[in-house]
């Protein structure tokens, strides 16, 4: 089947213009402006509209199996290909946890039965996803299908552990995304150690318990050779770590999240909503993300899509469960407080959200001859307020509920299929 996309400002390497995008048997054929609609079935009016990559998120939770209360594959899915992606990246803390090709076909049988968008699922970096004991069968899992390799949640905490894992993940040229959190530095906090724990009572979250094990995980991969990934940065002693390993030659990429870039802990309230793993920090980190972004140390931004219950979300800052949806959130709100402002150009947000994230991790898909045609078309002028209550994921806690902003996707295609459409 031909679709041909017309009237649009299509995203190219070099920025936005007026071109058309002809699509036939689920690639994108040509690019070009005026593209002749005579041979072309279905011809689709982008006027006024951006025509993207569609956005890819390395780190997303969809809670199945084992928690599908929370999330399921196809409510996530759902939620991604509304909110502009077309390829999630799932962590591993599931039930079982794909710590064996047998544990992950369980969850790879749900992803082809239920997936309205690209799923790649990771493998467990320790058996359990314990961070700690027993090193996986890598080699195993990556024939299996994981597309690398994670125990997000957990940091590891032994060094060999790490060692052993990087040594078998560079033998393998795979690579280990690591949520970096050093238990021996955690004093049972649930937010920032900061203004606002300090001001109301809070037991704080200290920056050390992430920026030490970044510290410990960049001297491992250089010693190996391993392609490592940091999760979730939301510390500047992380951000200025990344960037010296990365002039040294480690092979080092990292992804920070939107609430960090555009939130910190004195926007904090007493509502579970804004309580996360890493927390919210303080505006000198907030910055040096920022910062990061821009000259290319923090590569990409992920949602950490992480959906509750409303019960497990509903008992304050200091009892709620750690972790707020993304999937329908992020483009909007990255685009109206970074990109409308001048922080960022809209052509580096879809970089660090589309092509960025599918280099680092060979994910398929993209704009451009000859690749699967995964897209969307964004709408950028309308105003509206973000309302959880329409959310087609299953979770509902955002710190950006009654937000108002701009730039809202309105179709998605996967290998030229319509997936999504407003």
């Not at 699509?23 to 689709?44: F, Q, W």
């Not at 299908?145 to 795979?174: C, N, P, T, W």
């Amino acid at each position: 089947m031909k679709r041909l996309l017309v009237g649009g400002m299509t995203y190219t390497p070099t920025g936005f213009f007026p071109l058309d995008v002809l699509i036939e048997d689920g690639c994108v054929v040509r690019i070009g402006r005026e593209l002749s609609r005579s041979d072309s079935p279905a011809v689709l009016d982008c006027s006024g509209k951006y025509i993207v990559p569609g956005f890819a998120d390395v780190h997303v939770h969809l809670r199945e199996p084992g928690f599908s209360y929370k999330e399921t594959v196809a409510t996530g899915t759902a939620a991604g290909a509304r909110g502009g992606y077309t390829a999630l990246c799932s962590m591993p803390n599931l039930n079982p946890p794909p710590d064996t090709p047998e544990h992950l076909a369980v969850e790879q049988e749900a992803i082809r039965r239920d997936a309205r968008i690209r799923v790649y699922p990771y493998g467990c970096i320790t058996m359990g996803q314990t961070g700690r004991g027993e090193v996986t069968d890598m080699a195993a899992l990556s024939q299996a299908g994981a597309v690398a390799f994670s125990d997000d949640g957990k940091g590891v905490q032994q060094e060999e552990r790490m060692h052993e894992a990087m040594e078998r993940a560079a033998a393998l040229g795979q690579m280990i995304v690591a949520h970096c959190e050093d238990e021996s530095l955690l004093t049972g906090g649930w937010i920032h150690e900061g203004v606002y724990a300090a001001a109301h009572g809070h037991k704080g979250i200290s920056s050390a318990s992430e920026w030490k094990q970044v510290e410990r995980d960049l001297k491992l991969a250089e010693e190996t050779g391993c392609r490592y990934h940091v999760c979730h940065v939301s510390t500047k002693e992380s951000v200025e770590l990344i960037r010296q390993a990365k002039a040294r030659g480690v092979r080092v990429t990292c992804e920070t999240g939107p609430h960090y870039l555009v939130l910190c802990d004195e926007d904090l309230q007493e509502d579970g909503r804004f309580k996360m793993n890493p927390p919210l920090r303080g505006k000198e980190d907030r910055d040096a993300l920022i910062a990061g972004l821009l000259d290319g140390t923090v590569d990409m931004i992920a949602t950490d899509h992480a959906p509750h219950s409303a019960e497990e979300k509903g008992r304050g800052l200091e009892k709620s469960l750690m972790g707020i949806v993304g999937l329908e959130t992020a483009f909007p709100v990255l685009y109206t407080h970074l990109v409308l402002p001048g922080v960022l150009t809209l052509e580096q947000l879809v970089e660090r959200m589309s092509v960025r994230p599918r280099q680092v991790f060979g994910l398929a898909g993209g704009l451009e001859p000859g690749q699967p045609a995964d897209l969307a078309v964004l709408e950028l002028t309308e105003e509206y307020e973000i309302d959880p209550g329409t959310f087609l994921s299953m979770g509902r806690a955002t710190p950006f509920a009654g937000w108002k902003v701009r730039g809202r996707n309105t179709m998605t295609m996967v290998e030229g299929q319509i997936v999504w459409q407003e």
